[in-house]
T-cell receptor
Framework: DVKVTQSSRYLVKRTGEKVFLECVQDMDHENMFWYRQDPGLGLRLIYFSYDVKMKEKGDIPEGYSVSREKKERFSLILESASTNQTSMYLC??????????FGPGTRLTVL | GEDVEQSLFLSVREGDSSVINCTYTDSSSTYLYWYKQEPGAGLQLLTYIFSNMDMKQDQRLTVLLNKKDKHLSLRIADTQTGDSAIYFCAERGTSGGGNKLTFGTGTQLKVEL
């Protein structure tokens, strides 16, 4: 079974803090994605990566950066967290474009 | 850019059929998908349809695609309480090297006894 794990299920941070969200997949997938999920807005793509050290901006990259130093790990970084970044963050990986496998999500609250 | 719209809520009685609708704007969409998100979990792929197909059936699930109107629907026959979840429509266009999906807003399905 494909497994995508995220470092935390719940996270509480203060405004201005630097926040790291980690995602690890165990299926040697080329593609990895970071989304945020907000009620009424669905999933919105923040960044994705199709290879190690490669990254592409998604639809809402502002205020975020990413790192992919190893194939299995894709990190999302909030350089200076703000309250409007309070959200559910979902990581996904895929080998092909068909099926993306999702992690359980990290609910981030920024106070 | 791509846009995918869904109604936010649907309530049905156990045993009835559920129909969840989705509209999209990208005429270059190659595949369209339905994902399911159960409470506290990530999304799981339910089914997908190639854009040159009209219909796909998979056990209790029927997907209908009207490419002219850019309308996709998911019918769940004999809906059960275990079907209560958020259902996301997604389309795969040509942007992002064809690896990028655009998701809809999600429809919360509530199944009542």
């Amino acid at each position: 079974d494909v497994k995508v794990t995220q470092s935390s299920r719940y996270l509480v941070k203060r405004t201005g803090e630097k926040v790291f969200l980690e995602c690890v997949q165990d299926m040697d997938h080329e593609n990895m994605f970071w989304y945020r999920q907000d009620p009424g807005l669905g999933l919105r793509l923040i960044y994705f990566s199709y290879d190690v050290k490669m990254k592409e901006k998604g639809d809402i990259p502002e205020g975020y950066s990413v790192s992919r130093e190893k194939k299995e790990r894709f990190s999302l970084i909030l350089e200076s967290a703000s309250t409007n970044q309070t959200s559910m963050y979902l990581c996904a990986s895929s080998l092909s474009a068909h099926e993306q496998f999702f992690g359980p999500g990290t609910r981030l609250t920024v106070l | 850019g791509e846009d995918v719209e869904q109604s936010l809520f649907l309530s049905v009685r156990e045993g009835d059929s559920s129909v969840i609708n989705c509209t999209y704007t990208d005429s270059s969409s190659t595949y369209l998908y339905w994902y399911k998100q159960e409470p506290g979990a990530g999304l799981q792929l339910l089914t997908y349809i190639f854009s040159n197909m009209d219909m796909k059936q998979d056990q209790r699930l029927t997907v209908l695609l009207n490419k002219k109107d850019k309308h996709l629907s998911l019918r769940i026959a004999d809906t059960q309480t275990g079907d209560s979840a958020i259902y996301f429509c997604a389309e795969r266009g040509t942007s992002g090297g064809g690896n990028k999906l655009t998701f809809g807003t999600g429809t919360q399905l509530k199944v009542e006894l």
